[in-house]
């Protein structure tokens, strides 16, 4: 069956409303400038329908639920006055100019994770646009927003949303987000949303109002699960399908990156995210452009990026916490929390050989065995990164790698994801060595929920055996320090950095070896000590890739008798670095590493 698009339409000065409140006996519009109120007829399967003559764009309106409760529209499209005002009915037309667009598939993305609000001065999308010489420069074709959906305030990370059909109005609204995304698209750069479909946040969260969006058959860490598979969960699933379409298609977004897949609870012969694919895949055909869709899934499991026809749910990719979390740790000696599974060489050599590092193997952290192999998957589903939101602001302080590890330390970091096979993805201001934090912050304004959200944070912290003051997460000084200082401008240190930064993306999409896709075209070739080292080999080109991350001086012999030339060595003076390491003499295979380095050899 096909439901109803839920929302408000405007057509010149006529306003279509659908709202979906199955157990309610009686449903009106109120408008709230001209002080009318209008009935909706009850159609099939819960839906209410009216259509208002005189509820023209900029109309301001509330819904009045059997004849008490007068509270803003769950599909809202704008929220001029917070997430407790009405609901603006808004203009769905827009003069789009990137007909000749047609997306970017998973693998050719360089990805490029940014927050809005805190990623220019100016906190909004005018911010990004202005920037997108920056990323032209740098290489990159693929932004990732954080939640832009509407939250309470307007300070925070976007997971507090509770409108998911409106944008955040102090971005600039829908309007704004579609500059954006057109403006990308003529200068050749895809963009992709965080949605989060696993739970809304608590302040403005008028959903269970209208009818059973949540149940308690279900628990998430944020409370009750949304009702994918219960009593009236077709409403439910129709809601967001409809909202996850409504960016692909309507916003021309090139991909969605979907929050905490894991704790999406569904046990539905047909999985919500597995309708998800066919949806977006019907749209692909339709509109003849790549639309992406990738999990954040804190479970080693390929079924969910697997194709449907070997058990799969067909998702794009999945991030790869797993190599973050090898490579912090290696980095930076931490073995707490969640890091107690890493720490060795030969966890990250099996992150970038195999994606998972735990693949049936005890975990001490999870104190269970944890994960399956990912047969039957390519690089180019996995996503993998050095920071990102997450492992930076759910720090303690916020802080980032660069203020953990040395300048030496960072460009290793640089080359250790940035070459690997998978699909790499930069945080905002790590491709200059950006010291500003990125803390976790919001605006709430009931003070019982922000004392929850301030114990929150200090009973996460604990496993970490972190010390020190938490930033409070409702101070503004918390959101002002997490904006970029864009030093890359003034400081010749951090431009430097964004020279290697642009130098080793630009490798990427040069050198054919490491543009090979299937795990064959990868091969270790030593994981020792503080060594590791491998070799890609796709379409004629081959280069091995040597890291260091002993702090000190090391020798080492090129396997099986290679002869290469260097290409790249991450401690050169050109690089700011302490001076290249020894090359091999001729007809010799020993080679000198700089402390915390990488070196590059082609065939």
């Not at 952290?365 to 602001?393: I, L, S, W, Y």
């Amino acid at each position: 069956m096909v439901y109803p698009a839920v929302g408000s339409f405007a057509d010149k000065n006529t306003c279509s409303f659908t709202v979906w409140a199955p157990c309610r006996k009686k449903v009106e519009v109120v408008l709230c400038d001209r002080k009318t109120i209008h009935p909706l007829e009850k159609e099939n399967c819960g839906y209410w329908t009216c259509t208002v003559p005189e509820a023209e764009p900029g109309t301001r309106y509330l819904f009045r639920l059997d004849g008490d409760n007068e509270l803003p529209d769950p599909a809202s499209r704008a929220q001029a006055d917070g997430v407790h005002g009405p609901s603006t009915v808004i203009r769905e037309d827009y003069s789009w100019t990137d007909s000749a667009w047609k997306g970017l598939p998973l693998g050719d993305m360089i990805i490029y994770e940014l927050h809005v609000g805190t990623f220019s001065p100016a906190h909004d999308f005018r911010g990004v646009m202005s920037r997108l010489p920056h990323f032209k420069r740098l290489g990159v074709n693929t932004l990732e927003l954080m939640p832009v959906a509407q939250f309470p305030g307007e300070r925070n990370w976007g997971y507090d949303g509770v409108f998911p059909f409106a944008v955040q109005q102090s971005y600039g609204g829908a309007t704004g987000l579609k500059d954006l995304v057109n403006e990308a698209h003529r200068e050749g750069i895809a963009i992709m949303l965080d949605v989060v479909y696993n739970h809304l946040g608590p302040e403005g969260n008028y959903l269970q109002k209208y009818g059973p969006y949540f149940t308690d058959r279900h628990r998430t860490g944020w409370g009750q699960a949304i009702n994918f598979d219960g009593p009236w969960s077709d409403g439910v699933r129709s809601f967001f399908l409809q909202n996850a379409l409504m960016w692909l298609e309507d916003f021309h977004i090139d991909g969605l990156r979907l929050d905490a897949v894991h704790a999406i609870w569904d046990s539905s012969a047909l999985h919500f995210t597995e309708e998800l694919v066919m949806k977006t895949r019907a749209l692909e055909k339709e509109c003849g452009r790549k639309k992406v869709l990738v999990a954040e899934l804190d479970l080693n499991d390929p079924r969910y990026i697997l194709p449907p026809a070997k058990g799969g749910y067909g998702l794009d990719g999945q991030w790869s916490d797993e190599f973050h979390h090898a490579l912090h740790s290696l980095l930076t000696g931490e073995v707490n929390g969640y890091y107690e599974d890493f720490g060795s060489t030969s966890h990250l050599a099996k992150a970038v050989s195999e994606s998972y590092v735990y693949t049936g193997e005890y975990s001490v952290h999870r104190k269970r065995h944890f994960g399956r192999k990912p047969v039957a998957t390519t690089f180019d589903q996995f996503v993998v990164f050095a920071q990102n939101h997450d492992q930076v602001g759910n720090r303690m302080l916020g802080d980032r790698l660069s203020s953990l590890v040395s300048k030496e330390a960072l460009k290793l970091a640089a080359v250790t994801y940035l070459l690997s096979p998978h699909v790499p993805m930069l945080f905002m201001g790590e491709e200059y060595g950006e010291k500003n934090p990125f803390h976790y912050f919001v605006s709430h304004s009931d003070e019982e929920l922000v004392s929850l959200v301030r114990s929150g944070r200090q009973q996460e912290f604990s496993y970490f055996n972190w010390t020190g003051d938490i930033p409070d997460p409702q101070a503004r000084r918390t959101f002002e320090e997490s904006v970029l200082s864009w030093k890359v401008d003034t400081d010749e240190g951090s431009r430097t950095l964004f020279r290697l930064y642009a130098h080793l993306i630009g490798l990427r999409k040069t050198r054919p070896a490491l543009s090979g896709k299937s795990r064959d075209t990868l091969r270790l070739l030593s994981s020792d000590g503080g060594i590791l080292c491998f070799e890609v080999r796709h379409l004629n080109d081959c280069l091995t890739i040597i890291l260091n991350f002993s702090k000190e001086e090391v020798g080492f012999a090129l396997p099986h008798n290679r002869q290469g030339k260097k290409i790249f060595d991450s401690a050169s003076a050109e690089w700011g670095g302490p001076g290249e390491g020894r090359a091999p003499a001729a007809g010799e295979k020993q080679l000198t590493l700089m402390p915390q380095s990488a070196q590059i050899f082609e065939e």
